[in-house]
T-cell receptor, first 109, second 113 residues
Framework: GQNIDQPTEMTATEGAIVQINCTYQ??????LFWYQQHAGEAPTFLSY????GLEEKGRFSSFLSRSKGYSYLLLKELQMKDSASYLC??????????FGKGTRLHILP | DSGVTQTPKHLITATGQRVTLRCSPR?????VYWYQQSLDQGLQFLIQ???????AKGNILERFSAQQFPDLHSELNLSSLELGDSALYFC????????????FGPGTRLTVL
């Protein structure tokens, strides 16, 4: 079967670093997405990982381990505007995108 | 603003009815995706069209159908509506197929009473 799992909620402090983990299971895998979604708004693209390793993009970095079925999103120097849901999703070999239920991140001042 | 437009923004209807949601992709994008988002299920991929042809199918019910027209806009038709169909329906577009970044529209909030 196919499934994807990420924590439901996390809390972090402004200025700190937070890591949001995502694990997935699928028989065919093409790549892994991270999207950010503020409450009441549409998701916006953060990253897409195909190869193992860490990709850095400003304050956000995304890591992938294909052999472990594992990814994480690392957010540095947290700002209040980073309070949002973070959606992990994988693309399978049939070009279907499977989203996790999202991690709601709360940032405390 | 992602460049993807969806109409209507809100739709309230009754069980058993049929509705059509419309999506216009970003200029130049050939793929259109439809998603359903409810509180308990998260974002569920329904279907993808690429340049007018169905490309990939997700958890789309038989009561639902979609199409992409020659001008690349897309419509999602929902029929025999049930209370459980109440959700936010997003359309997204991308330049190519699955591995490309998707740009999401603002969504249509459907309420079935």
């Amino acid at each position: 079967g196919q499934n994807i799992d990420q924590p439901t909620e996390m809390t972090a402090t402004e200025g700190a670093i937070v890591q949001i983990n995502c694990t997935y299971q699928t028989s065919g895998f093409n790549g892994l997405f991270w999207y950010q979604q503020h409450a009441g708004e549409a998701p916006t693209f953060l990253s897409y990982n195909v190869l193992d390793g860490l990709e850095e993009k400003g304050r956000f970095s995304s890591f992938l381990s294909r052999s472990k079925g594992y990814s994480y999103l690392l957010l540095k120097e947290l700002q209040m505007k980073d309070s949002a849901s973070y959606l992990c999703a994988f693309l399978n070999r049939d070009d279907k995108i499977i989203f996790g239920k999202g991690t709601r991140l709360h940032i405390l001042p | 603003d992602s460049g993807v437009t969806q109409t209507p923004k809100h739709l309230i209807t009754a069980t058993g009815q049929r509705v059509t949601l419309r999506c216009s992709p970003r200029s130049g994008d050939l793929s259109v995706y439809w998603y359903q988002q409810s509180l308990d299920q998260g974002l569920q991929f329904l279907i993808q069209y690429y340049n007018g042809e169905e490309r990939a199918k997700g958890n789309i019910l038989e009561r639902f159908s979609a199409q992409q027209f020659p001008d690349l806009h897309s419509e999602l038709n929902l029929s025999s509506l049930e209370l459980g169909d109440s959700a936010l329906y997003f359309c997204a577009s991308s330049l190519g197929t699955g591995e490309n970044e998707q740009f999401f529209g603002p969504g249509t909030r459907l309420t079935v009473l």
